[in-house]
């Protein structure tokens, strides 16, 4: 079996200054201070409720059709 | 990642397995040195073919070995690939292995007759050198009317079904141009848009003045970040080559390929990228200099080299500690690990420190400071060579304003 490649140290997605910050135990961003968890809980919100938004859009265009 | 998005991914796109599994992923293979243009930045200092390239036979017989270790997508460059006799019967070799198949060109040449060929010996797409508009890339290529011959290959490409794809370097020529040449590259059909930072090695070594310095990563990143989200708009999908970065608030956009939680994870030479030069020698990225040859297929089989090379397995043995000056301390040390290895290598003379980066030019920037690349030592003049270059660190200078106010 051949050696394993590097792997990659894994890197978090700040969702306020969309900034890679390390993931090593701290809860907030090292540049702009956002809590990550809140803000990633705030963008998985935001996310499905564009997705709700563009079903029921799909929805109603069809319902026209 | 889930499937369905895994599936949409170009298939040079390396995954964890892949990492884990050491699969060279994506290999690219100059077939020739022989060239046909005349570029003023020619890392390999292309023109005349090698001394002693492989012969048809030890080509065929390469293609086999990559194919045994798992490879999914064969670049062809050069030199000028098809400027080799026997390009067309490599081509149909790797797809006859079940690999993909792409050929990179200065488009000089690649003739309604060649494209044709190519398509029929199952090429999947061309990527055509564009560096900058008109006289800029004429300048870069050495030929008058070079950059109108790139764009008629482009469209030739098109019209023949093949995936057309546009490479660009980046530098001091072609960074103000670069907004104006995508329209163009759109207009003309491409889909993919490869976009690389002038390396200061063979002939872009002896040209610093095209070089950019580490301080313009500040223009050239909300650039890029811009184009990226424009491009993919317009049906152009941009791709940065492991020497563009690194991190700061653009690294999810410029990066992001159906997932923004995507970013550079340090240089994959030798992990899931593979670079063969014309006589065979083997290395973990087309680019780098002869120091970090593996070996050679006429005397050691392709596994071999791959798997035991402990040359090939640098990236693997890097350390944070092998890292210095900026980079040592680096808050991204531990993922970038300096970022693309000969970036550094040919400007330092050792890798590790990687001036030319984002991240590093913000830090200098919020001290006031910035970095300034004085050349210190000529290239000798041999293929993927490169000099020697010292950093200056110096106040930013007063911004002008644009308007000057006149009290009269």
């Known amino acids: ?65 | 990642m889930d499937a369905r998005r895994a599936d949409a991914l170009p298939v040079r796109y390396a995954g964890l397995d892949d990492i884990v599994n050491r699969v060279p992923v994506s290999v690219v293979w100059e077939i020739t040195l022989a060239c046909d243009l005349a570029c003023s930045f020619c890392g390999s200092r292309a023109g005349h073919r090698r001394r002693d390239e492989l012969s048809t036979a030890e080509a065929l017989d390469l293609v086999d070995q990559i194919a045994e270790l798992g490879a999914r997508d064969v670049g062809l460059i050069g030199g000028e690939a098809y400027l080799r006799k026997d390009w067309l019967d490599i081509i149909a070799a790797i797809r006859a292995a079940g690999m993909r198949c792409d050929l990179q060109s200065g488009g000089r040449n690649l003739s309604e007759e060649r494209v044709a060929a190519a398509a029929a010996a199952g090429l999947c797409g061309v990527g055509i050198s564009l560096d900058g508009l008109g006289a800029t890339h004429d300048k870069l290529r050495g030929l008058p009317g070079s950059y109108e011959l790139a764009l008629a290959a482009l469209r030739r490409v098109r019209a023949h079904g093949l995936s057309a794809a546009v490479n660009s370097q980046i530098n001091a020529c072609t960074l103000p141009q670069l907004r104006e040449l995508m329209d163009v590259i759109i207009e003309a059909g491409a889909t993919n848009w490869q976009l690389a930072i002038t390396t200061a090695m063979g002939n872009a070594a002896d040209h610093p003045e095209i070089l950019l310095q580490p301080w313009q990563m500040l223009e050239v990143m909300p650039l890029l970040a811009e184009l990226a989200v424009e491009g993919r708009e317009r049906g152009l999908f941009l791709q940065p080559a492991s020497n563009v970065g690194y991190y700061g608030p653009y690294e999810s956009v410029i990066r992001n390929v159906l997932d923004p939680e995507i970013y550079f994870h340090g240089c994959n030479a030798g992990d899931t990228v593979m670079g063969i030069e014309a006589d065979g020698t083997i290395k973990s990225c087309p680019g780098l200099g002869s120091a970090y040859a593996g070996g050679n297929v006429r005397e050691t089989r392709l596994r071999e080299i791959w798997e035991k090379s402990e040359v090939i397995a640098f990236n693997r043995r890097r350390t944070v500690d092998d890292l210095w000056g900026f980079c040592r301390t680096c808050y991204y040390a531990e993922t970038c690990m300096a970022g693309c290895t000969w970036t550094s290598h040919a400007l330092m003379g050792r890798a590790g420190n990687n001036p030319m980066c984002h991240h590093r030019a913000l830090e200098m920037d919020r001290q006031g400071l910035r970095e300034r690349l004085v050349k210190v030592k000529d290239a000798p003049g041999r293929s993927f060579d490169h000099g020697e270059f010292e950093i200056v660190v110096e106040p930013v200078p007063a911004r002008v304003p644009d308007r000057i106010a006149v009290h009269g």
């Open chain 1, 1 to 65: 079996m051949a050696e394993s490649g590097r792997i990659p140290v894994p890197l978090r997605l700040c969702r306020g200054c969309r900034r890679f910050v390390r993931v090593d135990g701290r809860e907030d961003c090292a540049f702009c201070g956002t809590d990550l968890d809140a803000a990633e809980a705030e963008h998985e919100a935001n996310v499905a409720e564009m997705r709700r938004a563009a079903q029921a859009l799909r929805a109603a265009l069809a319902g026209r059709g």
